[in-house]
């Protein structure tokens, strides 16, 4: 082989017509029905668990995590002491693990794991 088609071929890059290989690239990774589902599934379950939060644990897990506030700056936005927010941060926290370990279990099992 010449140099250059051998270090192209070496790193995946076509190299004209001659190989057969004319530009195309590898499609990118699409998730198959059971996958998408499986996704889909477990989403609405995040969606049920956080719903059935207190307002106050809904809007201190919200503002740390989707807006990157700090306990303290969440509790002045609250107009609460930094206490009560990390109580409803840290109960708002437990209380979604526990009802998000079913479903890592459930999903197991539906995968056959």
């Known amino acids: 082989m010449s140099g250059r088609r051998d270090i192209a071929l070496r790193q995946g890059k076509g190299v004209g017509k001659r190989d057969g290989n004319y530009g195309e690239t590898e499609p990118a990774y699409v998730p198959d029905a059971v996958e998408k589902l499986t996704v889909e599934n477990q989403l609405h379950r995040v969606i049920e668990a956080f719903q059935g ?20 700056q969440v509790a002045d936005r609250m107009r609460e002491s930094v206490e009560n927010v990390r109580h409803f941060y840290y109960r708002g926290l437990k209380r ?9 279990r459930l999903d197991e099992r539906e995968m056959g794991k």
């Open 53 to 72: 939060l207190s307002p106050k644990q809904k809007e201190a897990l919200q503002l740390v995590y989707f807006h990157g506030l700090s306990i303290k």
């Open 96 to 104: 979604l693990r526990a009802d998000l370990a079913g479903v890592r």
